[in-house]
């Protein structure tokens, strides 16, 4: 039997249960519990099931281990003062190192490769207009071109996070991070497509030329968190 990585320790400190008393609901001895804990001994199906209903979790919540996710960058949407401006304003914010802790790390329901990282999306409370439905949404990126600064292939002509070495006019602000669709050009430049920009022109919506840093494709967009169990920590030790 192949021996896992769990969260029974975690599962029995959200549940607020003395360790004792989860030995005695599932009929086992303390020294029983810390051996599953510890993973000593393995735990079974039904060894998950049964602590499960006695936490009042899912058993893949116990069975599986799912490792604190980075988040490197938040993205706030504002309210566009000029009504008849329909540019996007927003302020985006991205670790300038690994090493920093400026957003915390979130806890994914579902499975992710361990080189992965976050985005989080949030909105003034009177924001109305594109991308509206992103308050409160989680972006999951590879983290290894940002460290390793360089442009992933999978970003060609997909969805992805880029770096730009400059400041660069994008939709009306000067960006440094930007989100788009990103083509390879000749000289080792690239063009960037804003894949919405609602009353912008076609050539108003593509910027050439761009000198990246990095890029790093978009893996996945979870729309709702609060209903996908996601769990945000401030700093390793709480996890």
């Not at 992965?116 to 290894?144: C, F, M, N």
């Not at 006019?169 to 960037?192: N, V």
């Not at 990095?214 to 996908?228: M, Q």
Request: glycine share 6%.
């Amino acid at each position: 039997m192949i021996s896992m990585n769990n969260n029974l320790d975690k599962m029995i400190r959200a549940a607020g249960l003395q360790k004792k008393v989860v030995a005695e609901r599932k009929g086992v001895t303390p020294e029983t519990l810390s051996r599953h804990i510890h993973e000593k001994v393995p735990m079974t199906l039904r060894d998950a099931e049964d602590y499960a209903e006695i936490l009042g979790c899912q058993p893949y919540q116990i069975s599986y281990k799912s490792d604190p996710v980075k988040i490197i960058g938040k993205i706030v949407l504002h309210k566009n003062k000029n009504r008849n401006d329909t540019k996007i304003v927003s302020t985006n914010e991205f670790e300038t190192s690994f090493s920093e802790n400026k957003f915390g790390y979130v806890l994914l329901s579902a499975f992710h490769q361990p080189d992965t990282g976050a985005i989080v999306w949030d909105t003034d409370p009177d924001y109305q207009g594109h991308y509206s439905d992103h308050k409160g949404a989680i972006e999951t990126i590879r983290l290894a071109p940002i460290g390793g600064h360089y442009v992933d292939k999978e970003c060609f002509q997909r969805l992805s996070w880029c770096r730009l070495k400059e400041p660069h006019l994008i939709e009306g602000q000067m960006k440094t991070h930007t989100r788009g669709t990103l083509y390879p050009e000749p000289g080792g430049r690239y063009t960037l497509a804003k894949s919405h920009c609602y009353g912008c022109s076609q050539d108003e919506n593509v910027y050439r030329g761009l000198d990246v840093m990095w890029a790093t494709p978009i893996l996945a967009l979870i729309y709702r968190p609060d209903l996908r169990e996601v769990t945000y920590i401030d700093a390793l030790a709480d996890f």
